[in-house]
């Protein structure tokens, strides 16, 4: 997807826009009801005080299924040293060229922080990006929920006296009985995210009636 010039077309924004619900009603529903959103980045490299976003990836969903129709992703204008993108994201300096300012997917994201509980794994390096974007875009940083399924697989690999095992997306994923995901594509991989935290959920023993708090004890759950 992408835009002509700077400015968000009403269409698509109007595509995204969700009823607002406050931090505590979401706290509350219950796991059939409540909506998520998984968010992924691709970026040039692992600082947040130096590197870009490259490209964003979002998959929407409720209870524990995906919303394939809310699949979208996009590369992003002005993220030009590259760097290892290349070679790990398959991202070229031409799909850089012709994509969309970061603006826009922030607009989108601002609004889905006010309506969807987030999905992340790894939390704290894509939010920190996020919110140094935001500052750089002169724009108001959201406070989204966030479930970072980095920290509940952890939190289950303890539980079982596991304090070793790697927790990234691919390997987490096989413990869990879910094929390999295809890495480094921003949407792949937060379909991949959203697809774990079921599975996490579900070996939780968390019930439809069940809400988002019960993954408090865990660590996994933020509220920025």
């Not at 130096?50 to 209870?63: C, L, M, P, T």
């Not at 997917?105 to 939010?127: F, G, R």
Request: with cysteine; net charge neutral.
């Amino acid at each position: 997807m992408a835009w002509e010039g700077s400015v968000l077309p009403w269409r698509f924004l109007k595509k995204y826009l969700k009823p607002e619900q406050s931090h505590n009603t979401l706290l509350n529903l219950g796991w059939s009801q409540l909506p998520l959103l998984a968010v992924d980045l691709e970026l040039t490299g692992l600082n947040p005080k130096e590197d870009k976003i490259v490209s964003v990836g979002w998959i929407e969903g409720v209870g524990s299924s995906m919303a394939l129709s809310s699949a979208f992703h996009t590369h992003i204008q002005g993220a030009q040293q590259l760097k290892q993108s290349p070679i790990i994201h398959g991202i070229t300096a031409s799909e850089i060229a012709e994509g969309v300012p970061l603006q826009a997917p922030l607009e989108v994201l601002a609004n889905y922080a006010k309506s969807h509980i987030w999905v992340m794994h790894c939390c704290a390096l894509d939010w920190q990006m996020l919110h140094k974007s935001y500052m750089e875009q002169q724009m108001l940083s959201p406070k989204p929920v966030i479930v970072d399924t980095l920290l509940l697989e952890r939190y289950l690999l303890a539980k079982s006296g596991d304090t070793h095992s790697p927790v990234d997306l691919s390997r987490a994923r096989l413990r869990h009985g879910l094929p390999n995901a295809h890495a480094h594509n921003a949407l792949d991989d937060a379909a991949a995210t959203l697809e774990l935290l079921f599975a996490q959920v579900s070996r939780l023993g968390l019930t439809a009636q069940s809400n988002i708090k019960a993954l408090k004890h865990t660590g996994a759950l933020k509220a920025l």
